[in-house]
């Protein structure tokens, strides 16, 4: 039995962690000031006393009043819509948050998992993106406020390994989704599923045959933990490496949901990335890790949840 804190622990992927943990015996306390998670995600467990919340901000210090084993710092908003309304936090999660994170690691002699992101890749001139890729992120940009904290994250990661010989772990998530996201979150997965569920039409920008890659959250989470429990350092990315355009994704979204609703289309944000598959040969060969849930049924458990969340 460990007791693991998870930064964060609110959002889809941390909520759906602790459900793991707690299912194997171990101990969690969940920190998060609830900007963009949910509460709803962690209500029951915090009720039941099954485990410990702090509301807090990771960015500002924070201390905790017996030892910890594990550490994974997942806190940091994380959408395309955050990009513009929250840019000084997502910075502060990304280089505070961090620093205070690894330092309650290092205090604790604790191992680290940091949340990293495909974001590091920028708009990536390497397809499909392998973790040696360097990237090719535009600093300045709208998107560079998330692109640039992860990147700095990764940065002071390593320097805490290699400096104060911290046990770490990096983990680049491609996204993912599932039925605890947040309805109005501003990605492209909840963006069509509500629209869809609501008779609306699929707002698409640029032409839609931009690619993303589409992790389900309980394939991604299993590639988590094996990174955590394993030997290997990272980079790692954890993801699911099948392409598909944004138009493919629309029609995936009308079928699943039966909505049959048409597309509209919008000028393409700035920086937004042409294409976006990971490489998991490292994940494979590594972890044994490969994704195993297939769009169409992760959209279809996803939709059947937003259908629930919306009529309340």
Request: include cysteine; hydrophobic fraction near 40%; proline fraction near 6%.
């Amino acid at each position: 039995m460990a007791r693991v804190v998870i930064t964060g622990g609110a959002g889809l992927i941390g909520s759906t962690i602790i459900k793991r943990l707690l299912d194997q015996g171990d101990q969690v306390v969940c920190v998060d000031n609830l900007v963009t998670g949910s509460w709803d995600n962690i209500a029951a467990w915090v009720e039941a006393g099954d485990i410990e919340f702090i509301n807090h901000d990771v960015s500002k210090p924070f201390y905790l009043n017996s030892a910890v084993d594990v550490v994974m710092h997942f806190a940091s908003p994380a959408s395309p819509k955050d990009f513009s309304e929250l840019p000084i936090q997502i910075m502060k999660v990304g280089g505070l948050g961090t620093h205070n994170t690894l330092g309650l690691a290092r205090a604790n002699n604790a191992r680290y998992l940091l949340a990293s992101t495909s974001e590091v890749y920028g708009d990536p001139l390497v397809h499909p993106q392998v973790e040696t890729y360097w990237g090719n992120v535009n600093p300045i940009g709208p998107r560079g406020v998330y692109d640039e904290a992860k990147r700095f994250a990764e940065a002071l990661t390593m320097a805490y390994h290699r400096h104060h010989g911290l046990d770490v772990r990096i983990a680049r998530i491609f996204n993912t989704y599932g039925p605890s996201m947040r309805l109005l979150d501003g990605r492209v997965v909840s963006n069509f599923l509500v629209q869809a569920l609501q008779g609306k039409p699929l707002t698409v920008y640029g032409d839609g045959q931009q690619t993303r890659s589409f992790c389900y959250v309980d394939d991604e989470v299993d590639g988590l933990l094996r990174l955590l429990d394993s030997d290997y350092v990272g980079p790692v990315n954890i993801g699911n490496p099948v392409e598909f355009t944004m138009l493919e994704l629309a029609q995936e979204v009308n079928e699943v949901t039966g909505a049959d609703v048409p597309v509209v289309f919008q000028p393409l944000p700035v920086d937004d990335p042409a294409q976006r598959q990971p490489d998991i040969t490292l994940a494979k060969t590594l972890l044994g890790w490969e994704p195993k849930t297939r769009l169409r049924d992760g959209l279809s458990l996803t939709a059947e949840a937003f259908a629930k969340r919306l009529v309340r």
